[in-house]
T-cell receptor, first 115, second 113 residues
Framework: DTGVSQDPRHKITKRGQNVTFRCDPI?????LYWYRQTLGQGPEFLTY????????KSRLLSDRFSAERPKGSFSTLEIQRTEQGDSAMYLC?????????????FGPGTRLLVL | TQLLEQSPQFLSIQEGENLTVYCNSS?????LQWYRQEPGEGPVLLVT?????EVKKLKRLTFQFGDARKDSSLHITAAQPGDTGLYLC?????????????FGRGTQLTVWP
């Protein structure tokens, strides 16, 4: 396994369009996270899955955002009616379940530009 | 308000110099990770520290976790141009069982040949 993969790597869309991103975690990692990173900032937590269950959502995740992880494998993040403020790098990470050591491994990210 | 404060925000040095970057918080963390990020890429894990006072070495990089598990430092010896990148620290809140990471804003390091 070569690590966390994300698709697409880049996405340019017009304001108001819907976009969907995919994340494939490291095999057998049961935890999957989505983060968003804007220029000059560190990544900010969006949501978290343990297997197929979405256990936590940040207040950053407005109603226009939805994430799924069917069958506890890959995950998708959809943004509906995109806004220019959604332009950012969307990062996915996965981790094994190790008590007291939440090491997360990140994918290369999907860079979104909303025109 | 950032849970983790990193300093300095920018650092520009010549090849061969030593440097230290800091990651500070008023919160206690169960673990803390350091990542390096290149432009347009995701963060790449460098190290995870778990025990207060722990020191880990990765070639020319030395990481230390504070005794109280509220702060950490990264020291680079004899920096090289390949060390250029954004260094991010991230911690897991001790009170959280869900494992989300809280990131600092990062230190942008540039090493000139």
């Amino acid at each position: 396994d070569t690590g966390v993969s994300q698709d697409p790597r880049h996405k340019i869309t017009k304001r108001g369009q819907n976009v969907t991103f995919r994340c494939d975690p490291i095999s057998e990692h049961n935890r999957l996270y989505w983060y968003r990173q804007t220029l000059g900032q560190g990544p900010e937590f969006l949501t978290y899955f343990q297997n197929e269950a979405q256990l936590e959502k940040s207040r950053l995740l407005s109603d226009r955002f939805s994430a799924e992880r069917p069958k506890g494998s890959f995950s998708t993040l959809e943004i509906q009616r995109t806004e220019q403020g959604d332009s950012a790098m969307y990062l996915c990470a996965s981790s094994p379940r190790v008590v007291y050591q939440e090491t997360q491994y990140f994918g290369p990210g999907t860079r979104l530009l909303v025109l | 308000t950032q849970l983790l404060e990193q300093s300095p925000q920018f650092l520009s040095i010549q090849e061969g110099e030593n440097l230290t970057v800091y990651c500070n918080s008023s919160s206690v963390f169960s673990s803390l990770q350091w990542y390096r990020q290149e432009p347009g890429e995701g963060p790449v894990l460098l190290v995870t520290v778990v025990t207060g006072g722990e020191v880990k070495k990765l070639k020319r990089l030395t990481f230390q976790f504070g005794d109280a598990r509220k702060d950490s430092s990264l020291h680079i010896t004899a920096a090289q141009p390949g060390d250029t990148g954004l260094y991010l620290c991230a911690g897991t809140d001790r009170g959280s069982t869900l494992g989300r990471l809280y990131f600092g804003r990062g230190t942008q390091l540039t090493v000139w040949p």
